[in-house]
DNA sequence: AGCATTATTGAAAATGCTTACATTTTGCGC
DNA sequence: GCGCAAAATGTAAGCATTTTCAATAATGCT
């Protein structure tokens, strides 16, 4: 009756249940074919009666598998992953593998012991996202021996795969189309998180503004906080006007938003604003941000798909993988 | 030199490279104390040299756990969850626990295909976020033979540990304030997707008007999808005006905001907006709404707490930890 | 019926660790 | 030096699977 007597049930239980061995079992539960219709019909009976369910962690030391994939992410932004882990979740259900979650924050020896811990655990693989990887990070990063993939982040290392969206030609089209017009005062508004995809960006838009032989000097730093920024984007609005206002962040984008307002400036009437990457956050503000639309999903789930590529040993002919994105044209630009 | 040569590494090699038994091997990696200082540093020499990492499949094996626990969350809001979770593995990082992540949408055999993932990989624990649990998933869930804590919803499952807030006394004391001041035009706006934390959170508020001798009727159902919901409250709102506006999330709040606003009722000369649960879409919103703060990181935290003391055999004196919230004024409201 | 195949099954080794128990070493008092 | 307890180390039996290889049963053919 009490929880303590119930014994557990192994293979054992099983093929002693069944009348079998117990490899007959192992043959049945991995559906491996040669099996006798009659004696599989057996064993299933026994496996129900018994409520057996086989131990992964046996079969992961038997096979020198674990079915386990690691994924890394920033603590910081569940708010932007959200939608990534959905994607990974779903493929990662559909071909049975396991998730586990690990976050960095940025102190220095983080890393080195996040992989620790994941060696350890003997993942099958690791997803990585992470938009700015310091070099000893990246480094680290190299020396493992499992098969990763990297979200939104092109990596050299030439065992790994990368998943991302090209936000250089994004940002290259887009303010290719604004110097056609002849509009030319744009600034992207950005902090120092992020150093990869800012300089990404940036490449983009100078590449833009050099075919039509001007040059592009307009990022603006700010501080990291959200309120420091606040702050630093209020007193710089008080002073300055542009045409064109870039984040990165549609948190960023409402906080200039605000503080163009507070400072006079009509949005998109004498300023256009524009965030590059979009959250649940842009569903709420008025005016909305145009934006571009990152397949966040359509991340999560590739990555995970060509991690099970590369775990079954199929040939992964392409090491990169370039989503595309969308740029939507909301209340808050007019050009 | 290549990869593939690369021979693994085992307690064998290290007890071998070290000219000891593996047994010494294992009490010095597992710190068992009773080891000649003099043996020992030989042993770390070893398994510094060879780059040894017990292998925790195997280590899970022979002690019968796995030092993982599971989580289990709805698929949709990492917007809510993300701080929970942060807390949830800073308080597994001190523990050395894994994580792993499972997501269940609203499909009705999805629970039982979840647990019965997680009863196969041995966790040693089940953490479960889910405000609202179907009668067959609570069955499901008690015939769990692991410790549990659930987070943000209280049950009756005796084994199991609770952590969560008090809408209800929270929205008593609320609503209390108001209708001491004699404020009794309040309603609430929901959808049907989380009918516990609903029908907690009307009982509060029913209490504090059956005290003051009247009686509570201002729920008011609106669409689940977003989009749907807008175009109810912008129909709603061009026919109704109350005092007091309340609902669920501040997205929600949010909507409500945008919709009075589109229909002449101003916030909050006109009308008070106040959301029930908080997230970062707040900061970025003007007016700012009233809310309660959820301490969404130290939900997580102590879950995660909490559950390390069930599995140490710690004895868990209070089965259910009732925390804190806090009520912020902010812009969105005049009383 | 007898033999050669082939389809099923079982026995046992392997996976990498922990730990109870057995054995050896050490230290100490005389 | 000797004896004995305590400390250190080693041996081997689990832990729950998979899988190779050998053994057995079933089948087809003459």
């Known amino acids: 009756m009490s929880n303590s007597e119930k014994k557990k049930v192994t293979i054992y239980s099983v093929a002693n249940e069944a009348g079998v061995s117990l490899a007959t079992v192992s043959r049945v539960i991995n559906d491996s074919g040669l099996v006798k219709q009659e004696t599989k019909d057996k064993v299933e009976a026994a496996i129900v009666k018994l409520g057996y369910r086989p131990n992964a962690v046996a079969q992961g030391l038997a096979l020198k598998k674990t079915t386990t994939i690691a994924l890394v992410v920033p603590d910081s932004s569940f708010l932007y992953i959200g939608k990534i882990i959905n994607g990974l979740l779903d493929v990662a259900k559909i071909y049975k593998y396991n998730i586990t979650l690990h976050t960095t924050s940025s102190s220095i020896n983080e890393m080195s012991e996040i992989i620790d811990n994941i060696v350890k655990s003997r993942a099958d693989g690791v997803i990585i996202y992470n938009e700015s990887l310091s070099n000893s990070e990246s480094e680290v990063l190299n020396s493992f021996q499992v098969p990763m993939v990297y979200i939104g982040h092109k990596t ?100 200039v938003l605000n503080t163009c307002r507070e400072n006079g400036i009509r949005v998109p009437e004498d300023t256009d604003v524009i965030s590059v990457l979009d959250s649940r956050i842009n569903d709420m503000v008025r005016p909305r941000i145009s934006s571009f639309v990152i397949p966040s999903y359509d991340l999560g789930a590739l990555a995970m798909r060509v991690m099970t590529k590369m775990l079954n040993g199929e040939t992964v002919k392409e090491r990169d993988y370039k989503l595309n994105y969308i740029y939507e044209r909301k209340a808050s630009t007019k050009n």
């Open 156 to 255: 050299t290392n030439l065992s790994s795969c990368n998943v991302y969206v090209d936000y250089s030609q994004a940002l290259y089209e887009l303010v290719n189309e604004y110097l056609d017009k002849g509009i030319d005062d744009i600034i992207i508004v950005e902090d120092r998180k992020n150093p990869d995809t800012i300089s990404q960006i940036i490449s983009g838009i100078s590449r833009a503004y050099e075919e039509h032989g001007k040059k592009f000097d307009g990022y603006v730093e700010i501080p990291e906080q959200y309120h420091n920024s606040y702050e630093f984007l209020n007193e710089y609005f008080s002073r300055h006007k542009h045409d064109v206002v870039i984040s990165m962040r549609d948190s960023q984008a409402v906080a």
